[in-house]
């Protein structure tokens, strides 16, 4: 058992490295080079499944790599107690069953309990099949949410997906079924497209062709299966978190993708870029909690994808796939003769004990056990001391690099070399250098990174600002609130921001000065900031942001004086229940049901038959929580709405006690 658990972990070793290697290259390219989603997605995919491959080609041909480990052998301490049970030379010293062996004798001793490799697979299994089966339970939850949806076998949906798969020249056949407990569309499989309702009601002829356009293309690639392979493999080898990035990589370029496949067959960009546009609106929150094909799951890849449809953003080269594959392909081969290889070392070991042991049976053992363990700590110290030295390479791309390995690696004997490149002439090392530190949390660099935000360039600033952000205490206020009078509008937003994470209530004044600040993102965090400080100073600060001219500012005001209880004057609270955005509306009205302003009641009786849903039902609601008869009759008005949601809202309002 040992044996076999001394292979497996050098098997699980030897992935990490490989998967490390190649998933790492990966992001680089990636990161460096702004590829097309499907030369992005073929070399995500082999980045993924080639450590697989290569680390057991490498353990089946055991070949012999030039950075070659070998983990101990659990099995060659045996042959010391063996040698002194028996008084033979002649035993064997890996073979626990050997002539003269005693059950009970002095083989336990050495044995008794299970070795190192063991306990680590075996905690290894146990997390991983945790995860899986975890990963499994959430798929099975998915089936039943989707237990009650139903087939959709005719009418112009069913007839549009019978058009696409004519035109397209799709073979297979395709199970078309709706459901209401899903905001967006979904592949299912191989072979079932499940959309929403709201499909059908909300989707013009034009957008519901473009919808499932995009769920075929999902289907013909097989995405659902790429996703739930990617998936497991992310939970079965946990201790790679890379493969998590490899995922959601696969996830983007699958639905960009998609939309291609989608713009290719049905021609209109505009069509499909509207439908995404109104399945955002029906989305909640992730509403499937797997990862799954479907037109929006994602939300945050709407902009970017609806940006690239209305762009025209087709690859332009689309033969440039064939030279990734075969740089893929190298780079595999590559892998398999260069990449290190962990292995158990029983055969060399074995070799060694049949040419010694009958002469020294003592020997073998110690010197096999302690020598992996010993180059393994020089070879990290190695690592961090050659990139420390790398902060002083003429080269800034070089300097910017090994910042950000060592951020990466953790050592905190990185840190003072770390600070030292703070100095650095270029600003972008300063800030991969500030970025690095921020990661390490270390009290030593709060000074030298607060330094950073009198730099003379904007970014270094920006960066100095989120570092700073990583600490809950230390960190002074007064060169924060210096930079609330920047230039930049980001690094204005950054140090409200910062100073409302400080919980700085001494600097609620400075922050209040920038309610007119003419950046509107500005202004919202400002607002944000004074409510978090709950300081009643900055509520007159905040009652003046309820004109700004920008609606998710009067929103944010208005939620933050009621957070504060601040009062607001009955005359703006009304004027506020006719603005021109609905969330302004809504949240008025709830203040005003809220506080029971009697006041409002007229307005409130208006706001239901307001255009938006939302602000109806909130505004019959907030008719429920004034005790007052006029808001009852205009209760009892409501119950004749043509909207079920305010029926509801006023038969319960009305049901209470008045």
């Known amino acids: 058992m040992n044996a076999i658990a001394s292979n497996v972990l050098a098997w699980l070793l030897t992935y990490l490295i490989h998967s490390t290697v190649l998933l790492g290259l990966v992001w680089l390219v990636t990161r460096r080079r702004r590829l097309e989603p499907a030369a992005s997605e073929l070399l995500w995919k082999v980045a993924l499944l080639a450590p697989l491959i290569t680390g057991t ?28 049970a028996t008084g033979s030379a002649t035993v064997p010293p890996v073979e626990p069953t050997t002539p003269g062996f005693r059950p009970g004798s002095a083989e336990p001793k050495s044995s008794g309990g299970p070795s190192l490799p063991l306990v680590v697979v075996l905690l290894w299994s146990v997390v991983a099949l945790g995860s899986s089966l975890y990963y499994v339970a959430r798929r099975l939850i998915l089936v039943g949410r989707l237990a009650d949806r139903r087939a959709v076998s005719d009418g112009p949906l069913a007839a549009t997906l019978a058009e696409l798969r004519q035109t397209t020249g799709y073979r297979r056949r395709v199970h078309l079924t709706m459901a209401r407990t899903i905001s967006s569309p979904v592949a299912l499989g191989l072979s079932e497209i499940c959309v929403p309702e709201l499909a059908l009601s909300e989707l013009g002829m034009e957008q519901q062709r473009s919808m499932l356009a995009h769920e075929l293309a999902h289907l013909a690639r097989r995405d659902s299966l790429w996703l739930a392979g990617a998936s497991l493999i992310e939970r079965f080898f946990f201790f790679q978190p890379l493969n998590r990035l490899a995922r959601r990589e696969l996830e983007t370029t699958a639905e960009y993708l998609s939309d291609e496949w989608a713009m290719r067959k049905t021609g209109s960009a505009v069509s499909l870029a509207k439908c995404l546009a109104t399945v955002a609106e029906w989305i909640q929150a992730s509403p499937l909690g797997v990862p799954v094909a479907g ?4 939300r945050s890849l709407l902009v970017s ?24 392909t190298a780079g595999v081969m590559v892998t398999i003769a260069a990449a290190p290889r962990v292995s158990q070392g029983v055969a060399a070991v074995t070799a060694a004990s049949v040419d010694t042991t009958r002469a020294l049976p003592e020997v073998s053992s110690p010197v096999v056990s302690r020598k992996p363990a010993v180059a393994s700590a020089n070879q990290d110290t190695g690592v961090v001391n ?7 390479d003429e080269n800034a791309g070089v300097r910017r690099a090994a910042a ?9 004997r990185a840190v003072p070399s770390l600070i030292a490149v703070l100095a650095d002439s270029d600003a972008e090392v300063r800030a991969q250098a500030t970025d690095a530190l921020a990661d390490f949390e270390d009290p030593r660099a709060i000074a030298p990174i607060v330094a950073l935000l009198k730099d003379p360039v904007t970014d270094v600033r920006k960066n100095a600002l989120n570092a700073l952000s990583r600490w809950e205490q230390g960190v002074p206020t007064a060169p924060v609130i210096a930079l609330l009078d920047d230039p930049d509008a980001e690094v204005r937003h950054g140090a409200v921001d910062l100073l409302d994470h400080l919980s700085a209530r001494s600097a609620g004044p400075a922050i209040a000065r920038l309610i007119h600040d003419p950046n509107s993102d500005v202004r919202g965090a400002v607002v944000q900031a004074l409510g978090n400080l709950n300081e009643q100073s900055g509520a007159a600060a905040i009652t003046e942001a309820l004109s700004d001219p920008n609606p998710d500012v009067r929103h944010q005001a208005l939620d933050a004086l009621n957070d504060l209880k601040a009062p607001i004057a009955e005359a703006t609270l009304l004027k506020m229940m006719t603005d021109v955005d609905a969330d302004v ?64 809202a006023a038969a319960e309002a009305l049901g209470q006690e008045p």
Do not use: C, F
């Not at 994808?305 to 893929?328: D, F, T, V, Y």
């Not at 950000?404 to 905190?412: I, N, T, V």
């Open 57 to 84: 080609i490498q353990s089946r041909l055991e070949l012999s790599t030039p950075a070659a480990v070998r983990l101990p052998v659990a099995a060659v301490p045996q042959v010391e107690p063996l040698s002194q």
């Open 386 to 392: 050659a990139l420390i030295a790398r902060l002083k």
């Open 295 to 298: 037109l929006a799951e994602r």
């Open 305 to 328: 994808r609806i940006s690239r449809l209305l762009e025209g953003g087709l690859p332009q080269n689309p033969a440039s796939r064939l030279g990734w594959a075969a740089l893929a």
């Open 404 to 412: 950000q390995s060592l951020g990466r690696l953790g050592d905190a």
């Open 585 to 648: 509306r809504q949240a008025a009205a709830h203040i005003a049901g809220d506080r029971s302003v009697i006041a409002a009641i007229p307005s409130l009786r208006r706001l239901i038959d307001d255009p938006k849903s939302d602000v109806r039902e909130t505004a019959t609601e907030a008719l429920g929580n004034i005790a007052d008869p006029a808001a009852r009759q205009a209760l009892r008005a409501a119950l004749q709405s043509p909207d079920p949601k305010v029926r509801r």
